[in-house]
C-alpha cells in the first residue's frame, strides 16, 4: 500500500471538515433561501468543491497516472476562491436589501452586487477552461494560452475582491440604518475580508509569480495548507456562524423595498410600500402634526 503523503492527510481533513459544514450550509440555504442574491447557495457549492477536491487527491493514490483525476484536482482547486467571494457579495446584498427595506438609499445596490457577481462568475469559467486547457498542453505556446487565461481569471478575483472590500467600507457607514438583526452581517463580513486577502494573495501569487512552491497542486503542502486550506475554512466558519444567528426572511418579502417586519398584507409592492408609509405615519403622527383621521398636515418621510 502505498504511504500518505502530507497532501493526503489533509485531503482527510477536508472530508471530515466539510462534510458537516456542507449540511449547515444546505440548511441555510433552506432557511435563507437558494437564490444567488442570498450568497447561501454558494457557501453550499464551495463545501461540495473542498469534498471532492479531498476525494480526488485520495483517489490519485490508486491512479497516479489518470490524466482526468489530475484535471478534475487541478479544477477542484482553482475555482475554490470564486464561490467563497460570490458568498461574500451575497451577504453584502443582504445588508443593503436590508437598509433598503427601512427606505434609506445605499450608493451600493443589489443592482451593482448582481454585476459584480457576474464578474465572478466570468472569472470561474476563465479559471476552469484555462486548468483544461493547461493540462492537456502540449507545446510551450499551449502552456502560455492556458496560463494567459488563468491569470485573466485570477485578475478578475483580484478586482473582485477589492470592489468587495470598497463595498464593504462603504455599506459599513449605513449599517445602522438595517433592522437589528441585520447589522452583524457587515462586521462578519469584515472579519472573513483578510483571511480572504490571504486566499487572494495566495493565487495571485501562483498566477502571475514564477516560484514552484505556490502551485495549488503541485507546490509546497505548508503555504496551501496555511494560505488556502485554513483560510478557507475560517470564511466559511464566519459565514456559516452568521448565517445560523439570522432571521429568516419571509420568502415573499426577498428582495423587497419596504420594511418587511411591519408593511400590512395590501395588494402589490407599491401597495405594500405605500401602506409601510402609512403605518409609520400613524405611529409617528403626533410628533409630525397629523390629525385624528390620518391626514398629514406637514411632510412625512418614512423611515426617518
Avoid at 477536491?53 to 485520495?58: P, Q, R, T
Avoid at 462603504?170 to 486566499?199: D, M, N
Avoid at 475560517?234 to 426577498?254: H, M, N, Q, S, Y
Wanted: charged letters at 15%; aromatic letters at 6%.
Amino acid at each position: 500500500m502505498t504511504p500518505l503523503t502530507f497532501r493526503n492527510g489533509i485531503s482527510i481533513a477536508l472530508l471530515v471538515l466539510y462534510a458537516p459544514l456542507l449540511l449547515l450550509g444546505a440548511f441555510l440555504s433552506k432557511r435563507h433561501g437558494f437564490g444567488r442574491s442570498s450568497g447561501w447557495i454558494f457557501l453550499v457549492i464551495f463545501c461540495t468543491l473542498r469534498i471532492l477536491s479531498g476525494a480526488l487527491n485520495l483517489a490519485i493514490i490508486n491512479s497516479p497516472t489518470s490524466t482526468s483525476l489530475h484535471t478534475a484536482y487541478l479544477i477542484t482547486n482553482s475555482v475554490g476562491l470564486s464561490p467563497l467571494l460570490l458568498a461574500s457579495l451575497g451577504l453584502l446584498n443582504r445588508a443593503i436589501e436590508s437598509i433598503e427595506r427601512r427606505a434609506h438609499s445605499v450608493t451600493i445596490t443589489p443592482r451593482l452586487i448582481r454585476l459584480i457577481q457576474l464578474l465572478i462568475m466570468i472569472a470561474l469559467i476563465l479559471a476552469i477552461v484555462g486548468s483544461i486547457n493547461l493540462t492537456d498542453a502540449k507545446t510551450d505556446g499551449d502552456v502560455h494560452d492556458a496560463r494567459t487565461l488563468v491569470q485573466a481569471a485570477v485578475g478578475l478575483f483580484i478586482a473582485g475582491y477589492v470592489i468587495l472590500c470598497l463595498a464593504t467600507v462603504r455599506v459599513l457607514f449605513s449599517i445602522s440604518s438595517a433592522e437589528a438583526g441585520e447589522r452583524r452581517l457587515i462586521p462578519a463580513l469584515a472579519a472573513a475580508l483578510p483571511f480572504l486577502l490571504i486566499r487572494v494573495v495566495y493565487a495571485g501569487v501562483g498566477a502571475f509569480g514564477n516560484d514552484a512552491k505556490f502551485n495549488a497542486v503541485t507546490g509546497s503542502d505548508a503555504i496551501f495548507l496555511v494560505m488556502v486550506v485554513l483560510m478557507e475554512l475560517a470564511v466559511v466558519i464566519i459565514f456559516e456562524g452568521v448565517g445560523i444567528t439570522l432571521k429568516a426572511i419571509p420568502k415573499e418579502d426577498r428582495g423587497k423595498v419596504g420594511d418587511y417586519m411591519e408593511m400590512p398584507l395590501t395588494g402589490g409592492l407599491v401597495g405594500k410600500f405605500v401602506g409601510g408609509r402609512r403605518h409609520e405615519s400613524r405611529r409617528h403622527g403626533s410628533r409630525r402634526g397629523e390629525s385624528r383621521r390620518g391626514q398629514p398636515v406637514a411632510e412625512t418621510r418614512y423611515g426617518a
